[in-house]
């Protein structure tokens, strides 16, 4: 899987400057967010109840539905902020497919995977590769119990600061040791 492109110019050519303006607001409050091919969906608390939001990036130019008022009649602030939603944090979109560590090939990618891969699949990678915990610990200088902390806290949905860069530093093992 490649992540969609989506940029803010694009929503720049079809949202007018006002309701881009105003979608910032909204930017990171959608939920049930998820990826179809090129169909980006969200729900959004709005003040008449949610609003269900669609982009479909795949098509010139972009096409949208929203269920509030003012989508009947121009790109509304909901639809621009599903947009800027995507494009700051790709990772809260659920998608059916996973993209392939070996094949990231831009920044945004290498930042999806690791916002959407959990630490212990990685961890249970070096295993198989014969890097062990106590090896990662010592070369991150993250003990042995903190990285467990972090695995279980992972697991959970929490996120502690050092969570990523261990998966940055797993992910560099891999490429060495797999």
């Not at 008022?69 to 809260?92: D, M, R």
Request: glycine share 6%; proline share 2%; net charge neutral.
């Amino acid at each position: 899987m490649q992540l969609i492109k989506l940029t803010e110019e694009q929503l720049k050519n079809i949202c007018s400057g006002i309701n881009l303006q105003r979608a910032e607001n909204y930017v990171g409050k959608f939920h049930n967010c998820s990826v179809d091919g090129s169909v980006i969906k969200g729900t959004i608390k709005g003040n008449h109840g949610d609003y269900e939001v669609t982009l479909d990036v795949g098509s010139d130019p972009i096409g949208y539905s929203c269920s509030c008022e003012n989508s009947k009649e121009l790109f509304c602030k909901h639809a621009a902020a599903l947009g800027l939603t995507y494009i700051y944090t790709p990772w809260v979109f659920a998608s059916k497919t996973k993209l392939d560590r070996k094949k990231l090939q831009s920044t945004n990618e290498i930042q999806f995977f690791v916002k959407t891969t959990p630490l212990k699949e990685l961890l249970d990678e070096l295993k198989k590769a014969n890097v062990g915990l106590s090896t990662l610990s010592e070369l991150t200088g993250i003990s042995m119990h903190q990285i467990s902390v972090m695995v279980k806290e992972d697991t959970t949905g929490k996120h502690h600061a050092l969570t990523d860069p261990l998966k940055m530093s797993c992910m560099f093992l891999l490429e060495k040791y797999a």
